[in-house]
């Protein structure tokens, strides 16, 4: 099982930013799929949930409104769209799942907004 995220950067306050999750080694559809973020000196929040078919969604408060979760299963990739990105929103996001009993996690990618 691999994830590997990107599309993170810096950005300023209320700018936009799409993250990617590659994913591989696993039957991807079937699973659910989760984004997480680590901000420095917190610990590691969920921030949006997708359903293997894509259909249902869930978002943490602090983003709800903001940022979209989506999935492409023919390409294996789940997406996060963060709108009206605020300073608070600065952290690692990391793609993660549970896939046959264990959570797996990528590597991260960087978003840090400020000006």
């Known amino acids: 099982v691999q994830f590997v995220e990107s599309g993170g950067g810096l950005v300023q306050p209320g700018g936009s930013l799409r993250l990617s999750c590659a994913a591989s080694g696993f039957t991807f559809n079937t699973y659910i799929m989760n984004w997480y973020r680590q901000a420095p000196g917190r610990e590691r929040e969920l921030v949006a949930v997708i359903g293997s078919r894509g259909d249902t969604t869930d978002y943490a408060d602090s983003v709800k409104g903001r940022f979209t979760i989506s999935r492409d299963n023919a390409k294996e990739t789940v997406y996060l769209q963060m709108n009206n990105l605020k300073p608070d929103d600065t952290a690692v996001y990391y793609c993660?799942?549970?896939?046959?009993?264990?959570?797996?996690w990528g590597q991260g990618t960087q978003v840090t907004v400020s000006s």
């Open positions: 993660t799942a549970i896939i046959r009993g264990r959570r797996y």
